[in-house]
């Protein structure tokens, strides 16, 4: 990531969003596989809070487009900069999805490992990794604004 917009920092501040995305998604889902007859109390808790599962999903994966938005906010002068030295911002645009990409699917990865150790369903996660793929390719177009 020689030329990339992203520092160690932000790698690793996208990777822990990521993550946290894609376990709070693994937790519910396990939670959903549990079988809870023994004790009243806990399954109406959890179910109450199953309920709200994509209300809470939703709200955590605006926490992606609060980091895409303040990390291209905080890159605005190292994108003029490099306009200024020569690179195209075609090619600046290209290697910021490439480089969200790699991310993504490093946490993609290592949550679908996890979904495969406790043997849970992938679909609920493959549903994330769309709206991520989405959301990175909106964000790619405020680079061209910037």
Do not use: P, W
């Amino acid at each position: 990531m020689k030329y990339s917009l992203f520092r160690f920092i932000d790698v690793f501040e996208a990777f822990a969003i990521y993550l946290i995305c894609f376990a709070s998604n693994l937790i519910f889902t396990y939670v959903q596989t549990l079988n809870l007859e023994g004790s009243f109390i806990l399954k109406s808790f959890v179910e109450s809070i199953i309920d709200y599962q994509l209300i809470i999903n939703i709200l955590l994966t605006f926490i992606i487009i609060v980091f895409h938005y303040q990390f291209l906010n905080r890159r605005k002068t190292e994108i003029s900069c490099r306009i200024l030295v020569g690179d195209t911002m075609v090619n600046i645009i290209i290697l910021y999805i490439l480089n969200s990409l790699a991310i993504l699917v490093f946490s993609f990865l290592l949550s679908l490992s996890l979904n495969f150790y406790l043997e849970l369903n992938v679909t609920s996660n493959l549903y994330l990794v769309f709206i991520f793929i989405i959301y990175i390719l909106i964000s790619a177009g405020q680079v061209k604004k910037e």
